[in-house]
C-alpha cells in the first residue's frame, strides 16, 4: 500500500528507479462455481476500467515484476503468472490521453509533455488463472476500486486494454490444450464430469464430453481412485485425482490434449 | 547494409533514435526438401552463433521493428513473424560480456561501463517460418556470417539463445495445433500425405498419418480437387489445395487441429 507522498515520488523521479519505457499488464482470470471472471481495477486518474499493470523496476525480472504488480494492485500474491503477448505500437502510449490538469487538482503534480510517464511504452501482458474464494483484494494507492466481473460483462476497458483482453484470452485457450491446469482450482478428488464441466467454463464453449478427460486419462495426468461419490443407487461416479508428477513435468515440457 | 561510420554512429549516439532497454530477437525456421533448419548469424563482436536481432527505433511497432530487423541483418523481407516470448531476466544483458578491448580495436570506438547498450535490456522473441528456396541470404556490417543450420545440428549459441530457441520451438510447435501453415511452404496442390510429411517435419517426431489431415479436412481447410497425381496404376493419390477463405479466418481466430 501507497501513500499520497510515494506516488509523487513515483510521478516526479520514478524512472531512476523503474525502466522508463517498460510496463507490464496482468490479464487476472478468477474460477469459481462454473463461471469465469476476469479482475479488473479503476485507476484514479482515468474514468474506465483497466488491466492491473505497473512499471518493471530496474534490476527486477519480468515474472518478479508481474507478481509484484498484482500483488500491490490488486493484494493477491503468488499467482502462477504467464506471458500471453507484448504490446508496442507507438500510439499506445499508457498516459498520452490522461487529463494532466485533473491530476494536477488531485495531486499537486505537474506533468510536463517530455515528462518520462508520457514516452512510448511497451507492455508485457501475462495472464493468470486462480480460484476466486483463495483471493482476497485490495486495491493500492494508484487505484480507487479492484471487483471481479463475470467474462461476458466486462465493460470497455481503458487503454488497448479491450485487445489485450482478446489475445490473453485466445493464448489462454490455446494453453488449455497444452499444459495441465485445475490443481489448485478443483478439489483434490474430482469426478470426470466435473473436470469436463471445469474445462467448459475455461474455454467458453460446449465440448464433447469425453475429449479433455480421456486424452487427461490416456496421458496419466488423472488417476483414478478406488472411491466413488456417493449420489444413489444406480450412478455413483468414480473419484480421480492428478498424477503430480506427471502434472509438473507436461506443464514444463507441454502436451497434446485435444 | 551498413557502412562502418553508421556502425560508430549507432554505438555513440544510438540511444537518441532506438529504445535503449528495448531488443528484438528472431528465430526464422526454415523448410526445405522434409528439413527444418535455423537460421543463425554470426556477430562481429561476439565468437557464438546467435539469432538475428536488434534494437528498436523509437516511434516504431514492435511487428515493425522485426520486419526490418530481419531484412537488415538476413536480407530477407516480407517474413510473417509471430511473438513467442519476450525475455528480461535483468542478468541477460546483451554485451555485458563483450570483449570491449578487441572491439576498441575492431571500430576505435570506446565503451565505458555505463555505456547505453551495457543497460539492461529486454528482448521480444519472434519465430517466423519461411520456405528456404524463396531466401536470398545477405549478413549485414553487424554480421559476419549468416546461415541455415539443420535443427539437430544448431551449435552452442551466445548470450540466452539457448533458452529463446527452446521456447520459440515450444511456441511454434504449440501454434501447429491452432493456426494454419503451409500455404507459402507446399505446392499449390498437394496430396494428403505430402501435408502429413510437412507437419512431422515441423513437430519434429512421427506422427498418426491421419491425425492433422482428417482434421484439416473436417474443418474446411483442406479441399478435395478432382485430379490425382499419377504415380502408378494402382495408386493415385488425390491432390488437396487450402481453401483461402477458411485459411485466412482460422490463421486470425485459432482453430483445434488435434
Known amino acids: 500500500m501507497k501513500s499520497l507522498s510515494e506516488l509523487q515520488h ?5 524512472y531512476l528507479d523503474h ?30 476500467w483497466c488491466l492491473p499493470g505497473g512499471f518493471v523496476k530496474r534490476g527486477e525480472g519480468l515474472d518478479e515484476a508481474a507478481g509484484r504488480i498484482t500483488d500491490e494492485r490488486t493484494g493477491i500474491n503468488n499467482l502462477f503468472l504467464k506471458q500471453f ?26 506533468i510536463d509533455d517530455d515528462h518520462w510517464l508520457l514516452q512510448q511504452t511497451v507492455s508485457v501482458g501475462f495472464y493468470a488463472i486462480t480460484d476466486i474464494s483463495n483471493t482476497n ?27 489485450m483482453l482478446r489475445e490473453a484470452l485466445l493464448t ?3 494453453h488449455l490444450y497444452h499444459f495441465p491446469i485445475g490443481k489448485n482450482m478443483l478439489p483434490e478428488k474430482f469426478t470426470l464430469k466435473e473436470i469436463h464441466l471445469f474445462y467448459e467454463t475455461m474455454i467458453g464453449k460446449k465440448l464433447n464430453a469425453s475429449n479433455f478427460p480421456n486424452k487427461l486419462i490416456s ?6 481412485l478406488d472411491e466413488k461419490r456417493n449420489i444413489g443407487a444406480h450412478r ?17 515440457e507441454g502436451v497434446v490434449l485435444a
Not at 503477448?85 to 505537474?110: S, V, W
Open 10 to 14: 513515483f510521478f516526479e523521479s520514478g
Open 19 to 48: 525502466l522508463p519505457n517498460l510496463t507490464i499488464d496482468c490479464a487476472i482470470f478468477g474460477y469459481h462455481d462454473h463461471q469465469l471472471k476476469l479482475l479488473l481495477v479503476k485507476n484514479k486518474i482515468i474514468a474506465d
Open 85 to 110: 503477448k507484448t504490446f508496442g505500437d507507438p500510439g499506445r502510449n499508457f498516459y498520452e490521453k490522461f487529463d494532466k490538469q485533473n491530476f494536477l487538482e488531485l495531486t499537486d503534480i505537474k
Open 137 to 163: 483484494l485490495e486495491a493500492d494507492i494508484f487505484s480507487n476500486e479492484c471487483a471481479w466481473f463475470p467474462i461476458d460483462e466486462v465493460p470497455k476497458l481503458a487503454f488497448d486494454h479491450d485487445e
Open 172 to 174: 489462454m485457450r490455446i
Open 219 to 224: 496421458l496419466g495426468l488423472l488417476e483414478k
Open 236 to 252: 455413483s461416479p468414480t473419484f480421480y485425482k492428478f498424477n503430480t508428477e506427471v502434472y509438473d513435468r507436461a506443464l514444463k
